[in-house]
């Protein structure tokens, strides 16, 4: 009798083992990718891409799930929200790391890069590349780089000189360095969530703000902002990033698999990025809402004298080196 309970019960602790191990082999790994800007800017299209690509790829075994327009996390908390594993996939702009260092701030410094060319050429460099495992020491493992474009002031007056901004109230991501930016022009810059922005126009708690095409396209702040002045005077990309604990949690092959799908939906993304900005700049100027400023090569180094003071403040904390070597990529 004994005998038989205990055959019993280790049958029965067998096939417990046993399904679970099944359950455990058919549950997929998920990945939730989350971002804050629309389904039809270079980072939605870009994250839809790479959603594709696991599931043709690594369909049963990797799951994707997009949640975009700030669905699911907010800007400033999305950061947060995949170190604590609520999703495992974010890419928010350069500007939105400096809790995590002061190098990526880099990015912001107005006027550094010239264009978008510019930009890549310094994050394919060897010192742009080491930007990207700089977190680390916070958990945080960067995958990529990914463009959208140069930035443009939009706002409820004409901007063509610096002193047209002074005392107005201008949104910004959260940078140190993006609020010196506005300060050298006598503004007043707010740090504010990038959801926040379309209401915080509309109510005219804010004058303006800085913005690539695509997003100000897409998240309609034409509509509402009657001028946009064609500044090109910072980059707005974006870092892939993980947590550590997730990216070493992956098995080896699965790691590889996902990276390379990374990476090919990043250069899809970067590839539509530049026909993006011009066909969102040309639907902005369709609708007749806004008038696009257009600074004549004066004006524009006005812009330049009073935002350049910004480089000397943040010099000891981005290093000199790296300014130097980023500036170089313009040449
Ligand atoms: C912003 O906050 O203005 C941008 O970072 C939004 C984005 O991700 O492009």
């Known amino acids: 009798m004994f005998r038989k309970i205990t055959t019993l019960v280790a049958t029965a602790a067998l096939s417990v083992l046993v399904l679970s191990g099944a359950a455990l082999a058919a549950d997929p790994i998920t990945i939730k990718f989350s971002h804050v800007v629309a389904e039809n800017t270079p980072k939605g299209k870009m994250a839809v891409k790479f959603k594709d690509l696991i599931a043709e790829r690594l369909g049963g075994k990797v799951v994707v799930e997009v949640f975009p327009n700030s669905q699911l996390f907010g800007d400033n908390k999305e950061i947060e929200a995949m170190l604590l594993g609520d999703v495992q996939l974010v890419a928010p702009a350069l500007a939105k790391f400096e809790r995590y260092t002061k190098q990526v701030q880099i990015y912001d410094l107005p006027f550094l890069f010239k264009d978008m060319a510019a930009v890549e050429k310094f994050q394919q460099s060897e010192k742009g590349q080491a930007l990207l495992s700089s977190m680390e020491s916070k958990g945080l493992v960067g995958l990529g780089y990914l463009h959208n474009g140069m930035k443009q002031l939009s706002c409820a007056s004409p901007l063509r000189v610096p002193a047209d901004a002074a005392g107005l109230k201008f949104r910004i991501m959260t940078s140190d360095v993006l609020a010196a930016q506005f300060q050298a022009l006598n503004a007043v810059p707010l740090k504010k969530p990038f959801s926040e922005v379309f209401t915080l126009l509309q109510t005219k708690a804010i004058d303006g703000q800085e913005n690539t095409y695509s997003n100000i396209y897409s998240k309609k702040f034409f509509e509402i902002q009657p001028y946009i002045t064609e500044s090109n005077h910072g980059v707005l990309d974006y870092m892939l990033v993980t947590s550590t604990e997730f990216w070493m949690s992956l098995p080896d092959d699965i790691r590889a698999e996902v990276k390379k799908a990374l990476d ?9 990025a530049a026909s993006q ?28 004298e009073a935002m350049k003071p910004v480089w000397l403040k943040f010099e000891d904390e981005i290093g000199k080196d790296l300014i130097d070597a980023a500036y170089q990529s313009n040449m």
């Not at 090919?264 to 539509?272: D, P, R, S």
């Open 264 to 272: 090919e939906a990043t250069l899809y993304g970067n590839e539509i």
């Open 277 to 304: 900005d011009l066909e969102d700049k040309q639907k902005i100027i369709d609708s007749k809402r806004t008038e696009i400023i257009t600074l004549s090569d004066a004006e524009r180094n006005q812009w330049i």
